[in-house]
């Protein structure tokens, strides 16, 4: 009949509202659980954050030191569980290249530390100066054996300036002396001052930095410069 004709589109139209509604019901719980877990997620994070800022600016380091120490003893003691040096291993895991490449940087460290005070100047001084001295030992034994304590007399030796230095000592002394003076005034010497150079600088480091300037943008800068002092620069 007409009556049920009609009754059927507004039914399959209500099913269709609902299944739809349905549908946004269900896409709506899933993007509320998601934003709870990506909140969940956040808290984490700003927690882990949290504890990571009020560690020590030093500890990730530590906390690296410490895994490698833990695995150097684990291998230990398996090296003592099977009767081997622990050493010997260690050296037989490493490659030629590591090996190469630790002897270039420890070559390359440079012992010095700076100025601290002249007590340690002079000890680093004295050990360079001795580290080039290469000694003739059969000539020493040999003076040794002639002068006795009189070759390097203490304080309670009784005899003083008997012995005396052989001429190619002298001479090797000498040419060593030269040597540090010319080193020396090598670093310690003084560019001539030019009085009638134009004072351009307000202090001695202003004056290296202009110099520096100067030597790098000179070459552009000139025409600048002079229009300035001629005072026809636009």
């Known amino acids: 009949s007409g009556s049920e004709d009609e009754a059927r589109p507004s039914t399959a139209a209500a099913a269709a509202a609902a299944q739809k509604r ?8 899933e993007l509320h659980l998601k934003r709870n877990e990506a909140r969940k997620l956040n808290h984490q994070e700003v927690v882990e954050e949290d504890k990571r800022l009020k560690l020590p600016a030093n500890w990730e380091a530590k906390k690296a030191r410490l895994e490698w120490q833990l ?4 291998k230990k003691k398996e090296c003592a569980a099977r009767g ?5 291993v260690k050296l037989l895991e490493i490659s030629a290249e590591d090996a190469e490449r630790w002897e270039r940087r420890k070559k390359r460290k440079n012992p010095d530390l700076g100025f601290s005070d002249y007590a340690a100047a002079q000890l680093r001084k004295y050990q360079r100066l001795t580290r080039q001295i290469k000694p003739d030992l059969e ?3 040999k003076l040794k054996e002639q002068y006795g ?3 390097y007399p ?3 030796s009784l005899l003083h300036g008997t012995h005396v230095p052989s001429k190619e000592g002298v001479d090797r002394m000498v040419a ?3 040597k540090q003076i010319e080193k020396r005034e090598k670093y310690s010497r003084r560019r001539p001052y030019n009085d009638d150079a134009d004072i351009d600088y307000i202090n ?3 004056a290296k930095f202009n110099k520096k300037a100067e030597r790098f943008y000179g070459k552009y800068t000139a025409e600048i410069k002079q229009n300035l002092e001629r005072g026809t620069a636009v």
């Open 204 to 206: 001695e480091r202003n």
């Open 139 to 141: 000539q020493y034994e």
């Open 176 to 178: 060593d002396l030269e």
């Open 84 to 88: 081997e040096d622990y050493e010997r």
């Open 71 to 74: 695995k150097v003893e684990e």
């Open 154 to 156: 203490t304080s309670d």
């Open 149 to 151: 304590e009189a070759l």
């Open 22 to 29: 349905e549908e946004r019901l269900r896409k709506f719980r």
